[in-house]
């Protein structure tokens, strides 16, 4: 017995190998993308930001093998620049042939993504884990990120940022975008 | 001694150490801990359900720090070469197979198939105690994709009537 063991070690060995090779080439990976201030609108009633994963190098790297994408969230700093607190939500469209002046357009035409943020009246910092459970409709948010991926399509999509109330007195001074995604080859 | 060896066939193994993710972003190096029953089946073969707790290690990335998530595993291995007591050192290869179930805040739980393969080395150290050391190496099947991580345990195996 022991000489049949010592022969099939090597060959255990190979698989182990080739298996694990396997894991160079695939495996979990967190793409963060930063938002700064230059890139943030602002409108009477909310703000806005597009998202471009297409310029983000990570994500070109594995854009063609993503099998799926675990969770999306954010970090974010925010003023709240009203005298009490304010209920902040994100929505999300890729579609950018709706002209949408007003919060109740953005309302009509975008998901809602994030919800339940309540910003103090001050400076405001919202972490990555803090915002993944904030987090709703993750399908949707999901399609639509990876429809980003999608070559037919137009680059980019919008996220909102609106008040639960008006007015809207919030700024967000930058965000980021942080994407986890598995691919494989 | 050798007669007695061969009648140890049930066993029974507590054992623990660190577990490493392979290309897994978001989950830091962990531990895991775990327990067994060793059922000699024929000679030269051996038969191991297993119940394993894992916790990964936090994930650290400039923009912050995500919790690493929590593994429990219910499994089977088959030893090749690693059945009995063994009298001194005596290598084994090992496979299996086991449902891994992930959680961790605000991810979905997930509850997966998953298989396993590694080598071990067991060392009879007297009175049917055994020190039992192993690699693994684990793939949980994910949605079309996978999940795979190592982890490196020592432990003790009692022999039972020994």
Same mark, same amino acid.
């Given at each position: 017995?022991?000489?049949?063991?010592?022969?099939?070690?090597?060959?255990?060995?190979?698989?182990?190998? =080739?298996?694990?090779?396997?894991?160079?080439?695939?495996?979990t990976f967190v793409i963060d993308?930063?938002?700064?201030?230059?890139?943030?609108?602002?409108?009477?009633?909310?703000?806005?930001?597009?998202?471009?994963? =297409?310029?983000?190098?990570?994500?070109?790297?594995?854009?063609?093998?993503?099998?799926f994408i675990d969770n999306i969230g954010?970090? &974010?700093?925010?003023?709240?620049?009203?005298?009490?607190?304010?209920?902040?939500?994100?929505?999300?469209?890729?579609?950018?042939?709706?002209?949408?002046?007003?919060?109740?357009?953005?309302?009509?035409?975008?998901?809602?993504? &994030?919800?339940?943020?309540?910003?103090?009246?001050?400076?405001?910092?919202?972490?990555w884990?803090?915002?993944l459970?904030?987090?709703?409709?993750?399908?949707?948010?999901?399609?639509?990120?990876?429809?980003?991926?999608?070559?037919?399509?137009?680059?980019?999509?919008?996220?909102?940022?609106?008040?639960?109330?008006?007015?809207?007195?919030?700024?967000?001074?930058?965000?980021?975008?942080i994407v986890t995604v598995t691919a494989?080859? | 001694?050798?007669?007695?060896?061969?009648?140890?066939?049930?066993?029974?193994?507590?054992?623990?150490?660190?577990?490493?993710?392979?290309?897994q972003d978001d989950?830091?190096?962990?531990?895991?801990?775990?327990?067994?029953?060793? &059922?000699?089946?024929?000679?030269?073969?051996?038969?191991?359900?297993?119940?394993?707790?894992?916790?990964?290690?936090?994930a650290?990335?400039?923009?912050?720090?995500r919790?690493?998530?929590?593994?429990?595993?219910?499994?089977?291995?088959?030893?090749?070469?690693?059945?009995?007591?063994?009298?001194?050192?005596?290598?084994?290869? &090992?496979?299996?197979?086991?449902?891994?179930?992930?959680?961790?805040?605000?991810d979905?739980?997930?509850?997966?198939?998953?298989?396993?393969?590694?080598?071990?080395?067991?060392?009879?150290?007297?009175?049917?105690?055994?020190?039992?050391?192993?690699?693994?190496?684990?793939?949980?099947?994910?949605?079309?994709?996978?999940?795979?991580?190592?982890?490196?345990?020592?432990?003790?195996?009692?022999?039972?009537?020994?």
């Amino acid at each position: 017995m022991k000489k049949v063991s010592a022969k099939l070690i090597p060959f255990f060995g190979l698989v182990v190998v =080739t298996i694990f090779a396997g894991c160079l080439v695939s495996g979990t990976f967190v793409i963060d993308l930063d938002i700064d201030n230059t890139d943030i609108s602002t409108e009477s009633e909310f703000q806005y930001f597009i998202v471009d994963l =297409t310029d983000n190098e990570d994500w070109e790297d594995h854009r063609d093998k993503i099998e799926f994408i675990d969770n999306i969230g954010f970090q &974010l700093w925010v003023e709240n620049n009203g005298a009490s607190n304010a209920g902040v939500e994100f929505y999300i469209t890729r579609d950018f042939s709706v002209d949408i002046d007003n919060a109740q357009e953005v309302r009509d035409n975008a998901i809602r993504v &994030l919800s339940g943020l309540t910003l103090v009246s001050d400076d405001n910092y919202i972490d990555w884990p803090t915002s993944l459970g904030l987090v709703e409709n993750l399908d949707s948010l999901k399609s639509i990120v990876l429809t980003e991926n999608d070559e037919d399509t137009d680059d980019g999509f919008v996220i909102y940022a609106l008040t639960t109330t008006l007015p809207f007195e919030i700024t967000i001074d930058s965000a980021t975008v942080i994407v986890t995604v598995t691919a494989s080859e | 001694m050798i007669s007695s060896a061969s009648a140890a066939g049930i066993g029974l193994g507590a054992y623990g150490g660190p577990a490493i993710p392979i290309v897994q972003d978001d989950q830091g190096n962990g531990l895991v801990f775990g327990a067994k029953a060793k &059922l000699n089946l024929i000679p030269g073969f051996a038969f191991e359900p297993n119940i394993n707790f894992l916790s990964y290690g936090d994930a650290e990335f400039d923009f912050g720090t995500r919790e690493g998530s929590k593994v429990t595993y219910f499994g089977a291995d088959i030893l090749f070469g690693g059945a009995g007591l063994p009298i001194g050192p005596k290598v084994y290869l &090992l496979g299996g197979a086991g449902l891994y179930s992930t959680s961790r805040d605000n991810d979905e739980d997930a509850s997966d198939f998953g298989f396993n393969f590694g080598l071990g080395m067991e060392i009879g150290i007297g009175s049917g105690i055994a020190l039992d050391i192993r690699g693994k190496g684990h793939v949980i099947m994910f949605e079309g994709a996978s999940k795979k991580f190592v982890t490196v345990t020592g432990g003790l195996n009692y022999y039972l009537g020994y």
